[in-house]
């Protein structure tokens, strides 16, 4: 009997799903890793992964066409960070660190440049060249306005910043140094990220904790977007599970800094107050992927058992 | 909905005070698939994937942490997006090929 009620449960379970038919069908020419559907769902934003190269594509969802709007150099010019487009919140520009040569195998680095592509023009701009980096090392991130974009260059320990000036065209403003720690590594990640209101950026690193050898703590400093200018942050070190590839670390709410718990201290998403530098507050164990709402104060994790 | 032979839960936190607000236990999920998930604009509603290699849909109400619909889709979603229209866009793809649904605004 038992053997006949599971499958009747699981078809009960599929017969609630309504099937989805695709409205649109666009050629890829390859594998697909899609980024961006700017809100007028007229244009898809996207890495075609061609052999060992990434390019850097956008379709018209209209006509159906494609644009290839750069050609990667080796498979990880897929990577801004570990993420492979970074898309600003109202989905209207799209940045991207793209390699303009293959990375050397010996050292790890090649010359790369970081581009901004934006929706109402269609333009292509490049905002920075980069000589011998170290591709692993970077990050970017846009303020919650969509204004400001800020890249973080962990092999300079530096980051660069842009404001969407009146004609949409990116300007340049002072470029912030990371403090150059001297527990340290050199290059070393770099997590930038904008406040909830836009008017403060934080800097994410990796670094020690007094008597361990290896780094596996985040370091954190922050400034004054408007003027640049560093403000105290009393966050210490703090442990993490060193995984660079999620929404994590990630500044939520009136100003907590959540991190990802590191293995064998039971996991889970610590929040910290930036502060104070109190934790305050611990999700559950094992989470296991996050979508923070910077503005809706939500946190959403998905824990396998 | 009762949880099926590898069930995950979806969670959702205030940070502001810590509290743990609701949990949902999704059925029959699998951890196959590329997960993906986002908020409607409100966070009223939470869209994921999950199980069926990513083809699966659920939406969720945050306040009620209850599933309201699920859908499944012809190909491994990897994009969910709210749309000005009020619709969610789903983007699944195949090995040659993007393909784009739209769910209707919940």
Redo the contacts between chains.
Sequence with gaps: MSCLIVPI??LA??A??????????????????????T???KS?L?VVKDGDNGDVVV?D?VDRSRSVLAKGKGAASLCVGSVPLCVSPG?RSVAWLILTEPVDEASGVADMDVVIWNATDRSTTALLKLKKALFFCMSADFSPDSSLLAFGDGNTKKVHLWKRGATAKWVALPTLEVAQRQDAPKPTFLETKFSRDGKQLFAFFLTKVPGESFSSAVAVERWDTASGRPLSCRIQPTRTFIWWTGPLPHV???G?L?LQAPEGSGGG?V?LDISSGKK?????ASP??H?C?R??????????? | ??A?P????????????????R?VEL??IG?DGF?T???TAD?RY?F?T?GAGGR??FLID?KTAKIR???????SV??L?????G?I???????????????PAP
């Design positions: 449960f699981a379970i599929l609630a799903d309504q099937p989805l038919v695709p409205s649109v069908r666009l050629d890829s020419g390859g594998e697909a890793w899609p980024a961006a559907l809100p007028d769902g898809l996207g379709w969802t989905r939520v709410g009136e907590t959540c998403v929040g305050s507050m611990r999700s559950m296991w992927g979508r709402r503005t809706g104060k939500l946190v959403a994790t998905r824990i396998a058992y | 909905m009762p099926g590898n069930p995950v839960t979806v969670g959702f936190w205030n940070f502001d005070d810590g509290t743990q607000m949990a059925p029959d951890l997960p998930a986002t908020f966070s939470f994921c999950a699966r849909i945050v619909s699920s859908w499944t889709a012809s190909a990897r994009g997006f709210p749309l000005t229209s619709e866009a789903a983007v699944g793809v195949e090995p040659k090929a993007v393909l784009i649904y739209k769910m």
